[in-house]
C-alpha cells in the first residue's frame, strides 16, 4: 500500500462505505475539501504529520452531512478504482460534443506536431510526479510566461511569484501582490491571471480574484520591468467585471483566450446548496457560466465587447456575454492545441463529477441535472437541447474534479492525445486520464490512485510537457518517467 499505509487504507475503505450508503447533502465534498484544507497550510512538516486525521475529519464530516432520506449514491464507471457498473441508459450523446469548439468559430489553425528531436522519449515508462521547487503557500495556478522559459505560480493567498521551469530553486521574485486585497478562505482568494495573446506589444494581463465575501473580480493590468523582474504595475488597475452573490462559495475561476483573442471566463453558480437562485438556468444571469467577452474594446455600459457571433447575442432578456450555461462550479478548463476541443471539469454537489467538451450555447443541465442523473424532481434527463458528459464519477473514488490538459509533449510519448485530469480528493490526489474517440470517452493509460500531492491545478509548458500543483505542501511537480 501507499503512503499512510495500512491505517489510511482502513480509513479510506470506511470514507467509501459511508459515502456508498448516504448521499450528501448542503456541506457538499467538493467545497467541504478545498475550504477544509486551508487550515493545513502552514507547510510540508505538518501536512505530513496531519495525514491521518484529515482523512479521518473529512469522513466524520461526510457522516455528519448525510441526507438520510436521499437515495444511496449509484457507482459509475471511472478510471483507477477497480471495476464498476455501467451507467444507467440516458440520452443519445449530442453530436456537437465530438465537435472541435474552436473550429466551430471557424478561426482555429491545428498546430503542428511536437517537434521531438533531441527530446529522450520513454515509451512504456512508469510515471511519477518529480518535485521541481517547494516553499509555495496554496498555489492554485501555473502560468507560462510568454516568450520565456520562467513561469508564474499564483499563490491563493494573493501573491504572483516567478518560477523557473529548470527548477532547483524555490519562489523567485514577486509579480504581483494582492496579499492586502482578496479575501482568501475556503474557496476564495486569487484564483487566476492570463496574459492577453499580445502581451509582448500592450504588457497587458487579467486577473480573476475575490476582493471581498461574495463578491467576484475581474480586472487588467499593465506589467512593467523584463524577464525576471517583470512585475504588475499595482495603480494601472481596470476593472472590467464585477459581481455581487449572495454566498461565498463557487466562484468558478478560470480565464482563458481562445485563439480567436476572445477571453473565456468560468464563474460559479452563486454559492450555497442546489443552486438557490437558479443562476446556472437563467439566461439574465452571468453566474453559472462561461462567458466570452472581448477586452480590445468597450461601450458605454461595458468595460469590455460583446463577440458579435456569441451564441446570446440579440436574445431578448439575454446577457450577450454567455456562451455556455448549466455549470455549477468548473473548476478548470483547457483548449487542446491540436484538436481544437475544449474540455470543462465541473465540480458536483452531493453525488457526481463531471467532465464535459465545451458546445457554444451548450447548457450542460445543472440545477436540473448533476452528472448524467436528475437533482430535481422534476428533472428529465432526456431533455433535447442538454448537452451530457464525456465522463462521471461518483462519490466513491474522488469528491471535487480538478481538470487538466491534453498531452501534447514528446517525453511520454505513450501520453499523446490523451486528457489528464484529477481529484482533491485529501490526503493524496490521484492522476487519472481519458482518450476520446468519436466524442466517447474511455479510461487512458495514465491511473495513478496516489500521487503524494493534494492537486489543485494543472499547468501546460510550451513544449507541452504538463506540471501540477501541490495545494498543501506548496509544491511545483512535473509529470516524468519514473527513474530506473
Not at 140 to 145: A, F, G, S
Request: proline share 7%.
Amino acid at each position: 500500500m501507499g503512503r499512510g499505509g495500512a491505517l489510511l487504507g482502513a480509513l479510506r475503505g470506511v470514507f467509501v462505505a459511508a459515502l456508498q450508503g448516504a448521499t450528501l447533502a448542503p456541506c457538499s465534498q467538493g467545497d467541504l475539501a478545498f475550504g477544509s484544507a486551508a487550515w493545513l497550510r502552514s507547510g510540508p512538516a505538518i501536512f505530513a504529520s496531519m495525514r491521518v486525521l484529515l482523512s479521518l475529519l473529512l469522513f466524520i464530516s461526510a457522516v455528519c452531512c448525510a441526507d438520510r432520506t436521499s437515495q444511496p449514491l449509484a457507482v459509475v464507471e471511472a478510471p483507477g478504482r477497480g471495476p464498476a457498473p455501467v451507467p444507467a441508459p440516458v440520452a443519445r450523446e449530442n453530436p456537437a460534443t465530438a465537435v472541435p469548439v474552436v473550429a466551430m468559430a471557424g478561426v482555429f489553425e491545428p498546430e503542428p506536431g511536437p517537434d521531438c528531436a533531441g527530446v529522450r522519449q520513454q515509451v512504456g515508462a512508469e510515471l511519477h510526479l518529480a518535485e521541481l521547487a517547494k516553499g509555495f503557500e496554496r498555489p492554485l495556478q501555473l502560468v507560462q510566461l510568454p516568450g520565456q522559459d520562467r513561469f508564474l505560480v499564483i499563490e491563493q493567498g494573493g501573491r504572483v511569484l516567478h518560477f523557473s521551469s529548470r527548477g532547483g530553486a524555490g519562489p523567485g521574485a514577486l509579480f504581483l501582490d494582492l496579499s492586502e486585497e482578496v479575501v482568501a478562505e475556503g474557496e476564495q482568494g486569487l484564483l487566476n491571471l492570463v496574459f492577453h495573446p499580445r502581451f509582448a506589444t500592450n504588457q497587458r494581463v487579467f486577473v480573476y480574484s475575490t476582493p471581498g465575501p461574495g463578491d467576484v473580480l475581474l480586472s487588467e493590468y499593465r506589467v512593467v520591468g523584463s524577464g525576471a523582474q517583470l512585475r504588475v504595475d499595482p495603480a494601472s488597475e481596470r476593472v472590467l467585471l464585477r459581481l455581487e452573490q449572495r454566498f461565498s462559495n463557487h466562484y468558478g475561476g478560470q480565464l482563458l483566450f481562445g485563439p480567436d483573442g476572445y477571453l473565456f471566463v468560468g464563474i460559479g453558480d452563486g454559492g450555497s446548496e442546489g443552486d438557490p437562485d437558479n443562476n446556472a438556468q437563467r439566461l439574465d444571469s452571468l453566474m453559472g457560466k462561461i462567458l466570452r467577452i472581448d477586452v480590445d474594446s468597450s461601450s458605454a455600459e461595458l468595460q469590455y465587447g460583446i463577440p458579435a457571433d456569441n451564441p446570446f447575442v440579440g436574445r431578448e432578456g439575454a446577457r450577450a456575454e454567455i456562451w455556455a450555461l448549466g455549470l455549477r462550479n468548473p473548476w478548470r478548463f483547457s483548449i487542446d492545441r491540436v484538436s481544437g476541443r475544449m474540455w470543462i471539469a465541473d465540480v458536483g454537489a452531493r453525488s457526481w463529477e463531471e467532465l464535459s467538451l465545451g458546445v457554444a450555447g451548450g447548457n450542460y443541465g445543472w440545477r436540473k441535472l448533476e452528472g448524467r442523473r436528475c437533482f430535481e424532481e422534476d428533472c428529465n434527463p432526456l431533455r433535447a437541447g442538454l448537452v451530457p458528459p464525456v465522463w462521471t464519477y461518483g462519490r466513491d473514488r474522488g469528491m471535487s474534479v480538478i481538470g487538466g490538459h491534453v498531452y501534447r509533449g514528446c517525453a511520454l510519448p505513450d501520453l499523446y492525445g490523451l486528457y489528464l485530469f484529477s481529484d482533491y480528493a485529501p490526503p493524496d490526489s490521484p492522476l487519472w486520464s481519458l482518450h476520446l474517440e468519436g466524442g466517447l470517452a474511455r479510461p487512458g493509460a495514465v491511473n495513478l490512485e496516489q500521487t503524494g500531492a493534494v492537486i489543485s491545478s494543472f499547468g501546460e509548458g510550451p513544449d507541452g510537457e504538463l506540471y501540477v500543483l501541490d495545494h498543501l505542501a506548496g509544491r511545483v511537480l512535473r509529470l516524468e518517467a519514473k527513474p530506473e
